[in-house]
């Protein structure tokens, strides 16, 4: 095969790096910021690897400036970032606090001022904590008020300068993590908090579309899924291809198919049924149902699944990679690129006109500092996968890494490193890796990918 540059994947491709508020941000309580549901989960022992916190971060909030001036000198076009609803209206609703609308105002003139083109996620996990007090947060669809007026402040106070935005982050990982297995924030646990979340997110998200579109006919308007891809543990044994159906239907398809007008995925989950049953309004069919201008595709590796009749509910359970005998990354997540192929293969069969973005996709190490040869030949293998996926006839119209720097990896704490920049815990110092100037050299055509 030929070798693969930046321009085989068109003038109009976005490329760029993610990162999310929370992970990177810090100033946790400065300058009239509320506290979110992370901020509290923190500081509850045990939740967190080593207790380590946001609290501080990479402390963007002090140094976006050299931070974006970074992502100048490597040349990356596009910089996808999220705003703090608790920074931006510190109770959730209510009063907008001056001094956070001001620090994105500067972050995107910042961005605009160096030829970086923002792109805006909305939610990223951080929940104001007083919502979650008030009435539990994502269970309570009193939270769809809130979202929306915090989704039309952003609209009026940002939709001049910021044209692509997206309004929420991979719905199933933190509606799954944090309302039905509790590991991240609120740490919620069971059916009795995952269903309604679901159900109150599906409708946010769609809402959510509606409003940004209507409010900015001119903005580009989206939303991103988490996607793992399915596979049976033991090929042809019916009872494991059943098992990866079931996972198939929650990792990949609960959030996206209601958007487009599927509903939820009974056909392989008949319990789901009663997310509607106890949950839904009239009218709620339709409100699920949005247009949005493209979908946010975040993959990281696949799924191997294993039928296992005691697990409730989905019955099955992936075999971990180390069990498998495959390489894994710091994650323990299995290194295997060609999943990405595969998730926009599957999400483009939905409506082959709707546009994919890869919003997110990376590697996680462990102990590095700047030499980062797996990270570079992790990110070279899965950016091919976009090629193979465009040449098969997949609309794939732009690829983000994840993530710009080392960051707070969630209950993982700083153990596991995604970043292409390197961040000296103790100082801050940030050092570009060697995949960070592996990147900029692709993004100037100067390296090709075999
Ligand atoms: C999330 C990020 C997270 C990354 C790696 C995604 O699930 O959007 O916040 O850091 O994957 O786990």
Redesign the pocket.
């Known amino acids: 095969m030929e070798p693969i540059g930046r321009k085989d994947f068109g003038e109009d491709f976005h490329w760029g790096v ?1 990162v ?1 508020a929370y ?1 990177i941000e810090g100033g946790w309580n400065s300058d009239g910021k509320g506290p979110s549901i992370w901020d509290a989960f923190v500081r509850k022992p045990g939740k967190v690897y080593h207790r380590e916190t946001g609290d501080i971060a990479c402390d963007f909030y002090h140094r976006y400036l050299e931070d974006i001036r970074l992502l100048k000198d490597l040349h990356i076009p596009c910089f996808r970032f999220s705003f703090s609803w608790p920074r931006l209206i510190p109770r959730g609703r209510g009063e907008t606090n001056p001094k956070g609308v001001d620090f994105y105002h500067q972050v995107i003139d910042a961005c605009l001022a160096m030829g970086i083109e923002p792109w805006v996620t909305l939610y ?2 951080d929940l104001p904590l007083a919502l979650e007090e008030a009435y539990g947060g994502w269970t309570n669809r009193q939270i769809l008020d809130d979202f929306l007026r915090y989704v039309e402040f952003c609209a009026q106070e940002y939709g001049k300068k910021v044209k692509y935005w997206m309004v929420m ?2 719905p199933l ?1 933190f509606t799954a993590l944090g309302y039905l297995l509790g590991i991240h924030a609120p740490g919620k646990r069971g059916f009795k908090n995952f269903m309604p979340a679901v159900h109150h997110v599906a409708l946010a998200q769609a809402e959510g579309i509606r409003l940004l579109k209507q409010a900015l006919p001119k903005g580009v308007v989206g939303t ?1 899924f ?1 996607t793992s891809p399915t596979f049976p543990y033991r090929e042809r044994n019916l009872n494991d291809l059943a098992a990866a159906r079931r996972y198939d239907a929650v990792l990949n398809r609960l959030f996206v198919e209601p958007l487009l007008g599927r509903g939820y995925p009974v056909d392989a989950l008949p319990s789901l049924k009663e997310v509607f049953q106890r949950y839904a309004q009239k009218g709620d069919e339709e409100r699920l149902i949005a247009r949005p201008d493209f979908l946010g595709i ?1 993959n ?1 590796t696949r799924e191997v699944i294993k039928h296992h009749g005691l697990v409730p509910w989905i019955k099955g359970r992936p075999i971990p990679p180390k069990r498998r005998k495959v390489p894994h990354q710091a ?1 323990g997540w299995e290194v295997y690129p060609e999943s990405l192929f595969l998730a926009l293969r599957q999400f483009a069969q939905y409506d082959p006109t709707l546009p994919l973005i890869v919003t ?1 996709n ?1 590697y ?1 190490a462990e102990g590095e500092t700047t030499h980062d040869p797996e990270r570079i030949a992790y990110l070279s293998q899965a950016i091919k996968q976009v090629h193979k996926a465009q040449q098969a006839g997949v609309l794939v119209k732009g690829y983000f890494v ?2 710009f720097m080392d ?1 707070f ?2 209950a993982e704490g700083y153990r ?1 490193q ?1 970043g292409i920049v390197y961040v000296e815990r103790r100082t801050l110092e940030r050092k570009p890796k060697e995949s960070a100037y592996w990147y900029r050299d692709f993004l100037a055509g100067k390296v090709t990918i075999e």
């Open positions: 993610s999310s992970q990223h996990w982050n991979e990982a991103t988490s975040q990281y994650m997110e990376g996680a994840w993530t960051n990896e969630w596991p995604f």
